[in-house]
């Protein structure tokens, strides 16, 4: 029902700063919880950070707490990560995904994906 796509990921030094950007299409969008996860080599898939539908709340990861912000353009149908500060254990494959409530896509349950972009940091 919803078509997300990710960009913006690379490479980048460590203590340097990146933005993601997830377009989304349907006129829905301005309905769903937005967020994104991370999963690294080796490990299981990671919640970042999620937005709700307004963009009046948005939550995340202790781990990248401070250093991550999580946005929206619902003219657009864009979510954005921010990243900050970034750290070689940022380095994963980013996914967008949207659902009805931050709960669910917090989650990553009853919700749509991206095909993720690859983001790492190197030392």
């Known amino acids: 029902q919803v078509q997300l796509v990710e960009s913006g990921g690379g490479l980048v030094q460590a203590g340097g700063s990146l933005r993601l950007s997830c377009a989304a299409s349907g006129r829905t969008f301005r309905s769903y919880a937005m967020g994104w996860f991370r999963q690294a080599p080796g490990k299981e898939r990671e919640f970042v950070a999620t937005i709700s539908p307004s963009g009046g709340q948005s939550f995340y990861a202790t781990s990248v707490k401070g250093r991550f912000t999580i946005s929206r353009d619902n003219a657009e149908n864009t979510v954005y990560l921010q990243m900050n500060s970034l750290k070689p254990e940022d380095t994963a494959v980013y996914y967008c995904?949207?659902?009805?409530?931050?709960?669910?896509?917090?989650?990553?349950?009853?919700?749509?994906w991206g095909q993720g972009t690859q983001v790492t940091v190197s030392s």
């Open positions: 995904n949207a659902g009805p409530s931050i709960i669910q896509v917090s989650g990553g349950v009853n919700a749509y």
